[in-house]
């Protein structure tokens, strides 16, 4: 495997189910970030880890909860979502968390019934 | 309110001609430009960067311009070809934002056999 690989694809869950999405890099990178991008919106970022430590969480709310074993490996805990969470979950990695280009994983397209 | 904006949703340009994709921002202590390509069912692809030192930066048909006065980027890819045909996002980021990329909604170019 290279790159960035992300798993599922495709996700169906209802609101009162606990899922995770997995995330991992074979890019050798020391930063790894989750993004949503829902319909007719941009990307947003929603956390940030530098070394396996979170450096960045913008205002996500906590039904959302990452998890970042070591560097290659990245989680994305779901519990009690709603419907409105449902978007495309992107996966990125950069060599370190400063103005680095981000290499994505494919996504994970989620629905919450 | 966003700091990156695509203002054109699409773009449609012949096979063999130039495509010229814009992007406009807000936030002055934006350094750092990416454009990223996009297919369906895959997570954005780096393309080319430029920082904001540079007005120009160039990598085989692919150019991406900066005009710091007008907040203004665009991307010229010339020739244009039908592999060409996916979404492409502008994105951008500031020295001291943790490498926090600001996205715009994307313009799907389509090139026209």
């Known amino acids: 495997e290279t790159g960035v690989t992300q798993t599922p694809r495709h996700l169906v869950m209802g609101m009162t189910n606990k899922k995770s999405l997995k995330c991992e890099q074979h890019?050798?990178?020391?930063?790894m970030y989750w993004y949503k991008q829902s319909a007719k919106k941009p990307l947003e970022l929603m956390f940030v880890?530098?070394?396996?430590?979170?450096?960045e969480n913008n205002s996500v709310p906590s039904r959302f909860s990452p998890e970042c074993p070591n560097s290659s490996h990245l989680f994305l805990h779901l519990h009690t979502l709603q419907p409105e969470d449902s978007a495309l979950y992107l996966c990125?990695?950069?060599?370190?968390?400063?103005?680095?280009?981000?290499?994505f994983g494919p996504g994970t397209r989620l629905l919450v019934l | 309110d966003q700091q990156v904006k695509q203002n054109s949703p699409s773009l449609s340009v012949q096979e063999g001609r130039i495509s010229i994709l814009n992007c406009d921002y807000t936030?002055?202590?934006?350094?750092?430009f990416l454009w990223y390509k996009k297919y369906p069912a895959e997570g954005p692809t780096f393309l080319i960067s430029i920082s904001s030192i540079k007005d120009k930066n160039e990598d085989g048909r692919f150019t991406v311009f900066l005009n710091k006065s007008a907040k203004h980027l665009s991307l010229h890819i010339v020739p244009s070809q039908p592999g060409d045909s996916a979404v492409y996002f502008c994105a951008a980021s500031a020295q001291t934002g943790a490498n926090n990329l600001f996205f715009g909604t994307g313009t799907r170019l389509t090139v026209i056999p």
């Open positions: 936030n002055s202590m934006f350094d750092y």
């Open positions: 990125a990695s950069s060599q370190d968390p400063v103005q680095e280009t981000q290499y």
């Open positions: 890019l050798g990178h020391n930063a």
């Open positions: 880890y530098n070394f396996k430590e979170q450096t």
